[in-house]
């Protein structure tokens, strides 16, 4: 699988997502010096988490319909440069108004990740080992969630919170250094084995049209279905992102260093989580000889597995309890990470895979949108986060049914092609 120069992709993408969720989750970290410094309340830091997602949405499908029409690889460029510089513009901000700025031009530049990473697997991977490809590269995400914690969270307490922001902005812009002189945006006719004959064709035009309209797919129950699970799973995660922290120092009463590790642990047990997920799918792929079964049963299976955790993580006791469950619930989550993007995958053309997951990918984080505000309102009016634990456990049991019952394998007779060859 990692032969013919797909291991240097892989690695690249891995730390894309690394760099991705380190940037992404430092604000959450330095929340308690934020709110301090900038004198917030907690309406006002749910609405400051909802930013990012208001950029990050749109620009999820704006990055997937150019990473079909532009490549991938430029796609990810700019997008790597544009969010790094942002991350540094937030050590600027003085007042709510600016950091709300910042966050949401931050987001845009993230928006365009998954759906590059997902096509860049798209064309170097043949669908047998895609699961697995997918489950590496975006590993890296969790990884970088976990590594956020001990270095934002040492940064802030030493040099202070703005420093941080400075120091990952540099990271990522030397990634892109090495991504544009390095990676190409297609394997080249050495780097193809006779048997990947699913693998997108060498040397094909980028922005190639596909055959079908890339509004058949918009439409489709499979792909909107597969977008309120993903709603689902990004809930939790952004849940877990934004005020999991805040509830360790607010609710537990740990103070930032004791909060900067322990956030470590769900982080840590989802990376293990992502890279079995793709493992786990593949491996039932290969027994029953039904990608859309192996990617369902997972998703379903686990994404329930979550909802659980996360319910019953708002209701006990103790701290250990508290951060135990949500690891147990992250971990959940994390297997279920590349079905939503495999599935795309295994029900779209290769033209249109860019397209269709980006649209995907921005209606499930509307999530963003309004579940930090919710979550915000729902603690400045009650004092707890207990219900705000509940109802993302109750949004995850509604996103596995979906999927249970209304993703199914979309018909070659119902596109447009086929119809009108008729």
Not at 11 to 36: C, E, H, W
Not at 218 to 237: C, D, E, G, M, S
Request: charged fraction near 10%; glycine fraction near 10%; aromatic fraction near 14%.
């Amino acid at each position: 699988m990692l032969s013919k120069g797909r291991g240097f992709v892989l690695v690249m993408l891995f730390i894309a997502g690394v760099i991705n969720y380190m940037d992404r989750s430092a604000l959450s970290i330095a929340a308690p010096f934020i709110q301090k410094d900038l004198q917030l309340d907690a309406a006002h830091m749910g609405m400051i988490f909802s930013s990012f997602f208001i950029g990050y949405a749109i620009f999820n499908f704006i990055g997937g319909f150019a990473s079909d029409y532009f490549g991938a690889k430029k796609v990810l460029s700019a997008s790597m440069t544009f969010w790094s510089i942002f991350a540094g513009v937030t050590a600027l901000t003085f007042n709510f108004i600016s950091l709300f700025i910042a966050r949401v031009l931050f987001g845009m530049g993230e928006g365009p990740l998954s759906a590059s990473q997902s096509k860049m697997v798209n064309n170097w991977f043949p669908k047998k080992s895609r699961a697995r490809a997918l489950a590496i590269a975006m590993a890296g995400t969790s990884l970088g969630g976990a590594l956020s914690g001990p270095v934002v969270g040492m940064v802030a307490i030493n040099w202070g919170w703005k420093v941080s922001f400075v120091v990952i902005a540099i990271i990522g812009l030397i990634w892109t250094v090495i991504w544009m002189k390095f990676i190409k945006e297609l394997p080249s006719g050495q780097e193809v084995d006779e048997q990947d004959d699913d693998v997108i064709q060498v040397n094909a035009p980028v922005g190639k049209s596909g055959k079908t309209p890339l509004t058949f797919y918009l439409k489709q129950p499979t792909v909107l279905f597969t977008a309120v699970a993903f709603f689902a799973y990004n809930y939790i995660l952004f849940f877990f992102l934004t005020w999991f922290p805040s509830f360790l120092t607010d609710a537990r009463h740990l103070n930032v260093k004791e909060m900067s590790f322990a956030t470590m642990i769900p982080w840590t047990v989802g990376f293990i989580g992502f890279t079995m997920g793709g493992f786990i799918i593949d491996y039932i792929y290969k027994k029953t000889g039904n990608a859309l079964f192996s990617r369902k049963v997972v998703l379903v299976t686990c994404l329930l597995g979550s909802a659980v955790s996360i319910g019953f993580a708002g209701l006990v006791t103790t701290t250990t309890g508290a951060v135990t469950l949500m690891a147990l619930a992250v971990f959940f989550l994390y297997l279920t990470a590349i079905t939503y993007w495999s599935i795309i995958q295994d029900t779209v053309e290769k033209e249109r895979v860019g397209g269709v997951g980006g649209f995907m990918h921005f209606l499930a984080n509307i999530s963003g949108i309004i579940g930090p505000t919710v979550t915000g309102f729902i603690v400045q009016s009650t004092g707890k986060f207990t219900s705000a634990f509940l109802l993302a456990g109750g949004i995850a049991v509604i996103g596995a049914l979906c999927v249970a019952f209304f993703v199914k394998p979309i018909g070659e007779k119902n596109k447009p092609s086929a119809i009108n060859s008729k």
